[in-house]
Structures are given as structure tokens and as C-alpha cells.
């Protein structure tokens, strides 16, 4: 893969917001431009990405020559985005709208069957991804809920390193409420692993 893109296009009906959360590999020259001459109004993989839920290649896009999206696409060739593409819409389960895209500098990269695996393997990182952000701005929006004495005391020892059945034993809990405690505080930290929610637990104080 030569570039990986990931654009969080809104919820709400609030689309195609040029401050929109972005993260991608392309060149920094490349992204300061599109963000300075507003391309994304223009981008033609991006409307076809928000009316359209299936994936779909770039080549795939009918752009008339002369038309500013057709210009920006060609221009962009020139940052080295890669010579073939593949864009995934992603639908969160709020209603938010994303996009996800990988490119390749082989033309042919996404051609045939290997286009149907590409497809498959992308579009699971590419939902996992926006629902990731979709969890840490809710986190971030709504602050941290207070966790019980034992969610802590469970985060804590789990930080320290012990396993699940250890940590049972060392505070006198049976297993299944340890695993309780445990999934209780990642959804509470916004967290979708329990060594994200110690990190967010140790950023915040909480333990």
C-alpha cells in the first residue's frame, strides 16, 4: 500500500465538514493544499463515497475532463497518492458518515478477485476504526464516569500485570465479577481493549 486515509465526514446530517477529523499518510504538501483550496467540496471520491455505501475504485468514477474535480484528481498524481485506489463508505451505527481509502503506486493493485479480498479485509479495519472514533469523541464529550472502588481496584492490578483469576484471588472476588468490573470500566473509559482503558485510566488519574 503506498497510502491509507481515514475521514470522519459528520453526523447529524452535517456532511462534508472541511474540518472534519482526517487522519492519513498522504504527503504533508498534498494535505495543506486540499485543506487551503477547500478541495474537499469538489472531491469527486468523496461524494461518491457519501451517496453511495458500497466500495468502489477511483477508476470506477466517471469525472468529465476540465471539471475542478477532475483537475484535482489529476494534480494530486503529482504527490505521489499512488496510481490506484480504493475508497470504503463506512455508516456508524449513529448515523455519522466516514471514509476510508487505501492506494497503490500498481496500477492494478485492486483488479479481479484481489479486489473482493482487499474489499473484505479493509472494510472490517475501516468500521473498526470509525467506530474507535466514534467511542473516544463520546469519550471526550461526555468526560469519564466515576468507577466503583473495585473497577479501580481491578484496573489497577490488571495494570500491574496479573491475570484475571489472580486478580479474584487477591481481592476476594469470584472470576466472573472480575471480568464484570473489568468490561464495566473499558466502557466507561471509552476503551475497546483492557490495556486502552488502563491508559486512559492513567492519563486521567483515575488509578
Known amino acids: ?65 476540465g471539471t475542478p474535480g477532475y483537475s484535482m484528481l489529476m494534480e494530486g498524481l503529482d504527490y505521489s497518492l499512488g496510481h490506484a485506489a480504493l475508497s470504503i463508505p463506512l455508516l456508524g451505527t449513529d448515523g455519522s458518515r466516514g471514509l476510508f481509502a487505501i492506494t497503490s ?14 474489499v473484505r479485509d479493509y472494510q472490517m479495519l475501516a468500521n473498526y476504526v470509525h467506530e474507535a472514533y466514534l467511542r473516544i469523541t463520546a469519550f471526550q464529550a461526555n468526560g469519564v464516569q466515576d468507577l466503583s472502588a473495585e473497577e479501580k481496584a481491578c484496573l489497577k492490578l490488571a495494570g500491574e500485570g496479573l491475570l484475571g483469576h489472580e486478580i479474584a484471588r487477591k481481592l476476594k472476588l469470584s472470576d466472573p465479577v472480575v ?17 486502552m482503558a488502563i491508559l486512559n485510566a492513567n492519563q486521567l488519574g483515575v488509578i
Request: proline share 5%.
Open 179 to 195: 471480568r464484570l468490573c473489568l468490561r464495566v470500566a473499558r466502557h466507561k473509559l471509552g476503551a475497546a481493549t483492557t490495556d
Open 105 to 118: 503506486d500498481d496500477p492494478r493493485k485492486f483488479e479481479g478477485l484481489a479486489r473482493v479480498s482487499f
Open 1 to 65: 500500500m503506498s497510502n491509507v486515509v481515514y475521514y470522519f465526514a459528520g453526523s447529524g446530517g452535517d456532511f462534508m465538514n472541511p474540518d472534519g477529523f482526517t487522519c492519513t499518510t498522504y504527503p504533508r504538501e498534498w494535505q495543506e493544499r486540499y485543506y487551503n483550496q477547500n478541495y474537499l467540496l469538489i472531491d469527486p471520491v468523496v461524494k461518491r463515497g457519501l451517496h453511495n455505501g458500497l466500495p468502489f475504485e477511483w477508476r470506477d468514477l466517471k469525472i468529465e475532463k
